[in-house]
């Protein structure tokens, strides 16, 4: 069994000791925002999503993988599984089917089943055709592998002719963190299988290629051979870097009956886990460590640095320490206007996400524009051919891959925008991120006993940047991050989490039910026209992009009301901190002779303690660092060897 290493618990654990010292020492506004980066982090996510064609053993893989003795995923040999389901933690078993319901608000009605039920909500033989139209499947249970916040997907089989089954895929793949592309010893991958993975790849990089079924062919190897050289050739990937791992879930499976450990070795399930875990861990430090752990040290070292500052101002000449406080109160009073009128930097935010819009909205018109001109160009290439079933079910995928290309573009786009202004607003509101440097300057500090650890103000502005980003990804679903969420918002946060994935996140979800739609309609006509195949056709795309321009819309307008909202909260912590800090400063001035040591005493103590906790900080981070790379390779800032040590004595 492969091991999941870094556990969410030891960070949580760091976090949690950190917001109780920060309440213990009165810093109560870092308090506050440690434990909204801890419970940011609580609901963060890993998504693992298999995917392959029917009946190569993707269901029997997901249940050997979970380790799930009484199967959760159908895997009779006459069943095919038909719908999404995505399998979460909970500490009780609950499995929802949510089914399509237009008289609902939210267009679904959702229905608690059993276990054994779940065949006949998700295969073509419990529900053939999907006549329930059940939407998504949702299971949470007790298992320790999703303990740490993974969450796995499986989805219908793609190859076949049914494009809802394909795209409903593909709206799942830009939020895979892992891709599990499932192939068999059966036979080689066909081409249907090669151009869902060559689209696939657009949204999603980490790919594993888990090979079932080894045990009923002793010939195996020259399949997976052959797989290689083919999967290298249509992704532009060596040979040799891909993970294809053969396996056999029949033989994981009967070992966890059995608890025979020859079934598990013939099983070669381990070397397949372990190349699972150890690729969400990878992911796992980029996206569930180490962005909460930038964020809750910055508040760390700030505290570090303010009670060296309150140290530094006990017996400090009093002129000079006065006038140091009153300009930290002036600080805080323009922060405070700031925050209170703001009109300056709400105008610009007004403005910027006015050009924005325009900007995305030409981005749509051109993508329409593309769409059209590839079945336009196609109707040429195949004349009356493209009146055949094959044909214009191709040429529907083929669009959808377009628009959806252009939507993840568009979402890149967006991305890159919202980060560069919102740069550019921090630097103009000047956030305060030095006080205590500019206090311990302006105090002639003499080096002596302890070291106080300015880090360069490029670090402290990623470690600020990773915070606004964690307060903004737990408003509005994600925000950028759920454009192309398809149904995927069901799985993160229950009725809101829904609301917010089918409204904002339904893009490319939408594309799958319109495209079916679009099929339906042309496979009942008796004779078909090459006409009407393409009227019908840009019906879809008008259609399909009238959708994306809804979605697209909303996530702007979250997008807005989040930035707007998170530079408030900075506003107001920098406010309160700043606060709090003056007034324990003046304290410190004003305080009696007599009462001075046992003061120093005091902040030696608590410095000891915030050291302390730094150091844990700086170890679990460099172990995170070493199996995640940096959010971006030209960036290290946030690692512990960046920091500028500037030694402060206490006198």
Not at 1 to 11: H, I, Y
Not at 165 to 186: M, R
Not at 236 to 255: C, F, H, M, N
Not at 303 to 315: H, K, P, S
Request: proline share 4%; with cysteine; charged share 20%.
């Amino acid at each position: 069994m492969g091991c999941m290493p870094l556990s969410r618990d030891v960070t949580e654990t760091v976090l949690q000791d950190s917001a109780a010292l920060s309440d213990k020492l009165g810093f109560e506004a870092a308090a506050q925002a440690i434990r909204g980066q801890l419970e940011a982090f609580r609901q963060k996510k890993l998504t693992v999503v298999a995917a392959g064609e029917a009946r190569r053993g993707k269901s029997s893989l997901l249940n050997a993988l979970l380790n799930e003795k009484t199967p959760l995923f159908p895997v009779d040999i006459n069943v095919c599984t038909n719908v999404v389901t995505i399998v979460r933690y909970g500490e009780t078993e609950a499995i929802e089917a949510y089914i399509e319901d237009p008289k609902k608000k939210t267009g679904f009605r959702m229905e608690h089943i059993s276990r054994e039920q779940i065949s006949d909500y998700v295969s073509e033989k419990g529900n053939p055709n999907n006549y329930k139209r059940v939407k998504m499947l949702q299971a949470s249970i007790p298992n320790p592998l999703l303990q740490e916040g993974v969450v796995f997907v499986d989805t219908p089989g793609v190859g076949s002719l049914n494009v809802e089954h394909a795209e409903t895929t593909f709206s799942f793949l830009p939020n895979a963190d892992v891709l599990l592309f499932v192939s068999d010893a059966d036979s080689g991958l066909t081409e249907s299988e090669l151009r869902f993975l060559k689209r696939g790849y657009q949204y999603c990089k980490n790919i594993l290629f888990p090979l079932t079924k080894k045990d009923l062919n002793a010939n195996y190897s020259a399949i997976l051979e052959d797989n290689r050289q083919k999967i290298s050739i249509t992704l532009g990937i060596p040979a040799d870097e891909l993970q294809i791992i053969p396996v056999s879930s029949t033989a994981k499976l009967r070992y966890l009956q059995s608890g025979r450990a020859t079934m598990l070795t013939n099983s070669n399930y381990a070397v397949l886990e372990d190349a699972i875990w150890s690729s969400i861990a990878r992911r796992k430090g980029v996206i569930q460590l180490l962005p909460f752990l930038a964020a809750a040290k910055s508040e760390l070292l700030t505290q570090i640095d303010q009670v060296a500052a309150q140290y530094q101002m006990l017996g400090a000449d009093q002129g000079v320490a006065q006038g140091l406080v009153d300009e930290l109160n002036r600080k805080a009073a323009a922060l405070q206007e700031l925050q209170e009128r703001g009109a300056d930097w709400r105008g610009q935010l007004a403005l910027f996400f006015s050009i924005l819009q325009n900007d995305v909205n030409r981005a749509q018109q051109q993508i329409g524009t593309n769409a059209r001109s590839l079945i336009q160009e196609r109707s040429g290439m195949l004349e009356s051919r493209i009146c055949h079933e094959k044909n214009y079910t191709q040429l529907v995928c083929d669009v959808n891959d377009l628009i959806g290309q252009g939507i993840l573009d568009i979402r890149e786009d967006i991305a890159q925008k919202v980060e560069e202004k919102s740069d550019e607003l921090m630097r103009q509101m000047k956030f305060s991120v030095s006080v205590n440097e500019d206090i311990l300057d302006g105090l002639g500090f003499v080096p002596t006993q302890m070291t106080v650890v300015f880090p360069p103000p490029k670090a402290m502005d990623t470690a600020i940047k990773w915070g606004r980003n964690i307060s903004m990804n737990s408003m509005g679903g994600g925000t950028v991050g759920s454009l192309l969420g398809g149904f995927i918002g069901l799985c993160f946060g229950g009725p809101a989490g829904m609301l917010i994935g089918v409204e904002i996140g339904g893009s490319v979800g939408g594309l799958a039910g319109g495209a079916k739609g679009c099929v339906d309609a042309l496979t009942k006509y008796d004779q078909l026209e090459v006409n009407t195949v393409m009227q019908t056709l840009n019906q879809h795309i008008a259609s399909s992009m009238s959708g994306v321009s809804a979605s697209v819309g909303n996530t702007i307008a979250s997008l807005r009301a989040a930035v707007s909202s998170s530079f408030e909260q900075q506003l107001n912590h920098q406010v309160k901190s700043l606060r709090d800090n003056t007034a324990q400063l003046q304290r410190n001035i004003n305080m009696a002779a007599n009462e001075i040591p046992q003061k120093r005493a005091v902040f030696k103590e608590q410095s000891t303690l915030l050291n302390y906790q730094l150091e844990r900080y700086e170890t679990l981070e460099k172990a995170v660092s070493r199996l995640a790379p940096s959010p971006d390779p030209g960036d290290t800032s946030h690692t512990p060897a960046d920091s500028e040590e500037v030694s402060y004595g206490f006198l």
